[in-house]
């Protein structure tokens, strides 16, 4: 299994509250994923990461800000959770393809759990 | 980015062989195809992945029509470990994998 950590993987916090969710790659991908998962959802990208200090948003990325000071870590900021934030959180990561490659595959995370109360 | 549509959920009994079909009329050029599994509480994993014709690895095959609108993974001789969800993803990777996924395939394996 692709080394990729996500802490913490349960979390229960108050409505307001800021929360900062870390996924720690030991692969050194250049990619960096955060989708959601919701029931009746699939995945949807939230934020991604396409090297050291370069981010860009996803489908869903309102109410969340990212950062990614080393290529190990990407760092996911609910600046003040919401209930509708409540959701399985999963962090992903994957190569840069190059045109000798076939396409690249990304490795995903356990997943964090988070509900806001 | 092209859209996937799939059946929301397969029944089949343990030993059969199960084909799952993804229909993405809109595939481009560079695009690939791409399966993956999910098991409840863990992260998406990867399964198999074609751009035509036909692959197979040691747990699936991939069978991708010379159109490319649609793709069938198939899962020979399913066992009650295979019950999962199955999601047919469409994109090209280069510059990241901004692949959408969609509600994907429930698959339900009965002994």
């Known amino acids: 299994d692709a080394g990729i950590t996500q802490s913490p993987r349960h979390k229960v916090t108050e409505t307001g509250t800021p929360v900062t969710l870390r996924c720690h790659q030991t692969?050194?991908?250049?990619?960096m994923y955060w989708y959601r998962q919701d029931p009746g959802h699939g995945l949807r990208l939230i934020h991604y990461?396409?090297?050291?200090?370069?981010?860009d948003k996803g489908e869903v990325s309102d109410g969340y800000s990212v950062s990614r000071s080393k290529t190990e870590d990407f760092l996911l900021t609910l600046e003040s959770a919401t209930s509708s934030q409540t959701s399985v959180y999963f962090c992903?990561?994957?190569?840069?393809?190059?045109?000798?490659?076939?396409?690249?595959?990304?490795?995903f995370g356990q997943g964090t759990r988070l509900t806001v109360v | 980015l092209a859209k996937t549509t799939q059946p929301i959920s397969m029944d089949s009994y343990e030993g059969q062989e199960v084909n799952i079909t993804c229909s993405h009329n809109?595939?481009?050029?560079?695009?690939?195809i791409t399966w993956y599994q999910q098991f409840p509480s863990q992260g998406p994993r990867f399964i198999i992945q074609?751009?035509?014709t036909k692959v197979t690895n040691e747990v699936a095959s991939l069978f991708i029509p010379a159109d490319r609108k649609s793709s069938t993974l198939s899962l020979p001789r399913v066992s009650l470990s295979d019950t999962a969800v199955y999601y047919c993803?469409?994109?090209?990777?280069?510059?990241?994998?901004?692949?959408?996924f969609g509600a994907g395939t429930r698959l339900f394996v009965k002994a």
């Open positions: 992903a990561i994957s190569e840069s393809r190059t045109a000798s490659m076939m396409n690249t595959e990304a490795f």
């Open positions: 692969e050194n991908h250049r990619y």
């Open positions: 990461s396409y090297g050291v200090k370069d981010t």
């Open positions: 809109n595939i481009a050029t560079n695009d690939y």
């Open positions: 993803l469409v994109g090209d990777a280069t510059g990241g994998f901004k692949t959408i």
């Open positions: 074609g751009y035509k």
